[in-house]
């Protein structure tokens, strides 16, 4: 049976590795982007060069009328959505008494808003017995200064995930989220030294940092039929870090 996955923040990092792995696994992809166009068409060449299916589609994740219409182009591509991992995300680390209203903007609208806008998108349109994914964030556990806002958002993706696994529940649309620890992407090393970026591998006990195929490989369980008795959870996915 065909599947189809949309996989916001597809273009790169976490995203890229899901919609690569995924694709290896036989999934149709959709592979959103906001601004990375060259890096979504990379995506979806690699995967049609294995001889998969995917399509880059540029959606602000923040705007609901964008991620309607995000849905509206997956299923004129491929009939229908079975899952969607919501990976799209943004760090704007600050004090809190430093914060400015763009850098509370841009983390709640992205971060939260995004989340949101494709959890309500997909309770209404992806198939019975379907997968919605989430990314939240071993920041939680850790409370790192500067990252209020980040973590605000993170907690209520964590929230928002138990709730509608039983919102979902009778149709058998499992929910989940998964709580990376310091991954290797530029999301996570941008603006970090050399001795900051060490500091934080040296400090998992596999003294590394996660690799984005490390958690695709979590997210890709999560959508999968063995994962069906998992739902409303939040896996942390950290090396043991927290």
Do not use: C
Request: net charge neutral; glycine share 10%; charged share 20%.
């Amino acid at each position: 049976m065909q599947r189809t996955v949309i996989v916001t923040g597809g273009s790169r990092g976490i995203g890229r590795a899901t919609a690569l792995l995924l694709a290896a696994h036989g999934w149709d992809i959709v592979v959103n982007y906001a601004n990375n166009h060259d890096e979504a068409a990379s995506v979806v060449a690699e995967i049609v060069g294995q001889g998969g299916r995917a399509n880059a589609v540029r959606a602000d994740v923040s705007s609901a009328a964008e991620m309607k219409a995000l849905f509206d182009q997956a299923e004129g591509a491929y009939g229908k959505v079975n899952a969607l991992v919501s990976s799209a995300g943004i760090i704007r680390p600050s004090p809190i008494k430093d914060l400015d209203d763009a850098g509370l903007s841009e983390q709640l609208d992205t971060n939260l808003r995004g989340t949101i806008n494709g959890m309500r998108e997909a309770a209404r349109r992806i198939v019975d017995g379907g997968r919605i994914v989430s990314i939240s964030s071993t920041t939680l556990a850790l409370n790192p200064p500067g990252y209020g806002i980040y973590n605000a958002t993170k907690a209520a993706i964590e929230a928002l995930t138990r709730v509608l696994a039983k919102e979902l529940g009778s149709r058998r649309i499992t929910v989940n989220a998964v709580a990376p620890g310091p991954v290797e992407t530029d999301l996570f090393v941008t603006g970090k030294s050399p001795a900051e970026i060490d500091r934080m591998a040296q400090a998992a006990p596999f003294k590394r940092l996660g690799q984005p195929q490390d958690i695709a490989e979590v997210v890709a369980f999560l959508l999968s039929d063995a994962a069906g008795w998992v739902n409303g959870q939040v896996v942390r996915a950290n090396g043991g870090l927290a």
